[in-house]
């Protein structure tokens, strides 16, 4: 009759097993080996079923907790990706946002007055909406730009004038997703809430709770800015565009200047006007395109340069003399002023009654000359395209008995002065032979 073993040396038995499942399936062997023909008794075996069950429950236990650990390894390792396409993606915003302002902060002028926006080559569709080739294409973002965020988003840029045109112009814009990003799970705010921090202030989104409006980092728009999306769905992310966004919100706090700064280049107004100047003091040379107005009095130390008109409002008084462009011909057709012939030969010309007239009159004298009977005189060389001209005066002569005196010309420049009787024969005498131009 087998004994049975009380269950407290069954149970120890059963813990020491459970060290090593080849161990406990190892004793009873070699326990047989050592009885030849002896079955193992009956607790035995009932303790080697129970280790077996043991060690089926701690393989099952072993592998749940190492599934709940993978599962938990590799959820943090999809929310680390999404973290950092996130951050990614806020860096693709920012470069967005910079190559915009720096499309609004060159083509102020344009845009400001509404005028087209390019660059000779390309012009811009719409250009308070320019799209991501065309600034690819204008040089405001680099080649390499792709069109979709690493969330895969893509994004639209809109610009909103203010106020324009005028001195209180404002440009306002706003660059948004054209989709919300969500996932299997919903809405992402994590995820879209890593892009805003990458960005900083000028990002934002909209929210589960306000999707109507677009909400920025750490609440920090103060003005409440419309989902731009139709819909007005959450997950909308943006960055604002403008003077109030980016480096242009930096320099809107330092255009104010005392002076204490010095500029290290030149300085471009981009055709817009500088008004309420006290003194202008310079150096070097004043040059204007258009008009130069002075209600006092304009001094220079060498030279005043205009390429087109310089007014005053009672005389111009100069040192040594005043030159007039080479604009005038006689005859020729004028709206007013003086000018200087245009061959450059120095004679000056009024416009009267709609024709350049030279200051001197219809007939200019040129040269005297004393001649006799059969002298030449030469022809006057006319600048301003005159007519040379000659008037012969008598100055003292011999009369023969037919007490007639003939004076005559002949040819058209040079001329021949001819003295004669009534008889048609040269006599003695001279006369003053005056050469012209005549206009």
């Known amino acids: 009759m087998e004994q049975t073993q009380p269950d407290h040396v069954v149970a120890r ?3 020491r097993k459970r060290r090593s499942f080849f ?18 008794s009956a607790a035995i075996a009932a303790a080697i079923r129970r280790q077996a069950g043991y060690l089926l429950m701690e393989l099952s236990l072993t592998l749940a907790v190492a599934s709940i650990i993978q599962a938990s390894q590799l959820s943090q390792v999809n929310s680390a990706i999404e973290q ?3 951050v990614e993606t806020g860096h693709y915003l920012a470069n967005l946002q910079a190559g915009m302002n720096q499309y609004i902060m060159s083509n102020w002028g344009a845009l400001s007055t509404g005028a087209a926006v390019g660059n000779g080559t390309i012009t811009v569709a719409n250009a308070y909406q320019p799209t991501l080739a065309e600034l690819i294409q204008l040089g405001y973002m680099p080649q390499s730009t792709n069109p979709i965020s690493p969330l895969g988003l893509q994004f639209v840029s809109k610009i909103t004038p203010q106020n324009c045109p005028g001195n209180s112009c404002t440009l306002y814009g706003l660059a948004y997703s054209t989709t919300p990003f969500t996932d299997g799970s919903g809405l992402r705010t994590d995820v879209l809430g890593a892009a805003v921090q990458a960005v900083g202030v000028d990002a934002g989104m909209s929210y589960a709770a306000t999707p109507g409006v677009m909400t920025g980092f750490a609440n920090s728009w103060g ?6 999306v139709p819909g007005n769905p959450a997950g909308i992310l943006a960055v604002k565009l403008g003077t109030t966004s980016g480096l242009g919100n930096l320099l809107n706090q330092l255009y104010w200047r005392v002076g204490d700064h010095n500029l290290t280049g030149p300085m471009d107004a981009n055709g817009q006007n500088i008004n309420n100047v006290a003194n202008l003091n310079a150096t070097g040379d004043v040059r204007a395109g258009g008009t130069v107005a002075a209600g006092g009095a304009v001094t220079a130390g060498t030279s005043v340069q205009a390429n087109t008109t310089v007014a005053a409002g009672t005389s111009v008084t100069a040192g040594t003399t005043l030159q007039a462009g080479n604009i005038a011909t006689a005859g020729a057709p004028c709206s007013g002023g003086i000018g200087a012939s245009t061959d450059g030969r120095g004679l000056y010309f009024q416009c009267q ?15 005297l000359f004393t001649v006799q009977n059969g002298w030449g005189v030469p022809v006057p060389s006319c600048p301003g395209a005159g007519t040379p001209a000659i008037i012969v005066n008598p100055k003292s002569f011999y009369v023969d008995t037919t007490a007639t005196v003939n004076i005559s010309i002949a040819g058209t420049g040079p001329w021949t002065v001819y003295i004669t009787d009534g008889s048609g024969s040269g006599i003695p005498g001279s006369a003053t032979a005056a050469t012209y131009c005549a206009y």
Do not use: C, M
């Open 23 to 40: 161990a406990a399936l190892a004793k009873p062997q070699r326990r047989a080996r050592e009885l030849p023909g002896r079955a193992p």
């Open 84 to 86: 950092s396409f996130g």
């Open 223 to 228: 003005n409440a800015v419309a989902n731009p």
């Open 353 to 367: 009654d709609g024709r350049w007239v030279p200051l001197g009159g219809h007939l200019i004298g040129y040269q």
């Open 13 to 15: 038995t059963a813990t």
